[in-house]
């Protein structure tokens, strides 16, 4: 899955435009002048100019298999690329098409930028726009396959729906894609990444990813990674069934890397000291998590798609995962370039003057790795026989999981620098940098889970009296010791409700999907008349690449 900071749409408050259906391109005019805003960023690496010339070979033919996922994103998302862009005149908006696969504001709740196009298509490019659910699912009781991840539904000129598979409705570019992957084994020293592009590439020519699922949870001494195929299944929002291509090219961050391996490891020490009776942590946390950190290079197909993903945790493969367990893989640069473009400038208007010098880029980074590495901790079951937390919670169990990560990972930060393990002892930069973040997430509205729990977060700290809002200025400012007290406080609050699966309880200490509080509404508003972007864009490639050369 994506995780981290990818976000789900606003509210739909635009009215759809009726017209002609989907990849029909008449008038392309813009139908809403409030666009969400993008800032671009060129994709580059410190560790790129390190790699040796038959690491760099393998890198570009890596970009090139990725661009094959490109290509298909675009069928999947919207259908004809080169006619849409093709019938957009103002630069600036077919700029908006490219980076959105279409002709729909991806973080504005999907809605139509172009006169003349009708709402965007629940199945998108992946069902025939004329069927419905309930022909899809008569026919698929007849023909499983049409519910296959792997297969595009398409109607036969019978009216027939039929199920095409992927390697053959995408066969041109999955055999590109292919050959580039085994042209670069041939380059690979590690074995381990060898053997995984040779299996990926057979994969994409016969819709069978396991074995190569399998052989990317075994690759452990690679510095150079990829993440190929059809992975998510967001794009498909009639059922949730249908995988999206998208591509990454990854350097591995061996010093970073380590350094979480080593703080995996107190977990356990971390889990006996939370701050809770014991029976709501009698679990043991693994220590053998599998997380790491990369500078993307390349961005391909649905993860370039709107908003840019910042952490993968993958594969979705369900028997993988019980097999081998998941990577988690954390995108340093790109999380840099949402830092300095995005959280800066927010912290710039709603950070009290004095406390922004303590907004840091490290902590961020510690904030957000924690925040993964904190999902370990606290129970998966329930104390008093409701069962698993998530079968209890239900459609609460992700938000109350997301707020506690981000308390607990917290949490984590201040034991560790307690202990002197994480560089300084001050907890003032992590608690300030952690309050403007806040700020970005709940910015992306409240109607999913770390919406909804950026926004308790917000609530519980404030009604505490963590920070406090300077009327005058319209700013932020943090009380660190009672930050440290209230961040006891929501831990045992969130670790509670957990164990006791209570649901009414978590119903009412979330907040509603779209909920909103009227002061903060006016301060995000504010960034927002600024012109503070909402998310980034990548300027990237080899070239992009070797200009930031040293
Ligand atoms: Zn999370």
Redesign the pocket.
Known sequence: MR??LRVAALAATLALVPGSGHGETAKAKPVTPQRTKYVEVALTSDLYPRLTPKEKGMVRLLIDACREMDAIFWRESYGDKRALLGSILDPELRRFAEINYGPWDRLNANAPFLLGVAEKPKGAGYYPVDASKAEIDAAAAADPLLKHPYTVVRRETGGKLVAVPYRVAFGEQVQSAAGKLRAAAVFAEDAGLRNYLELRAKALLDDDYRPSDLAWMDMKSNGIDVVIGPIENYEDQLYGIKTTHEGYVLLKDKEWSARLAKYAKVLPELQRGLPVPAEYKNETPGTDSDLNAYDAIFYAGDCNAGSKTI?INLPNDEQVQLQKGTRRLQLKNAMRAKFDKILVPIADHLIAADERGHVKFDAFFENVMF??VA?GLGIKNTINGKGTVRAALKEQAGAL??GK??VLGLYMVAKLKEKGELGGRDLTDNVVTYLASLFRSIRFGATEA?GRANLAQFLYFRQMGAFARDAGAGTYRVDVPKMRAAMNGLSEKILKLQGDGDYDAVVSFLPKPGAMDPVLAADLARLASENIPTDIVFKQGIEVLEGARK
């Open positions: 995780h981290g952490a925040h993964e999902h999981e997301e990560a981000d770390h």
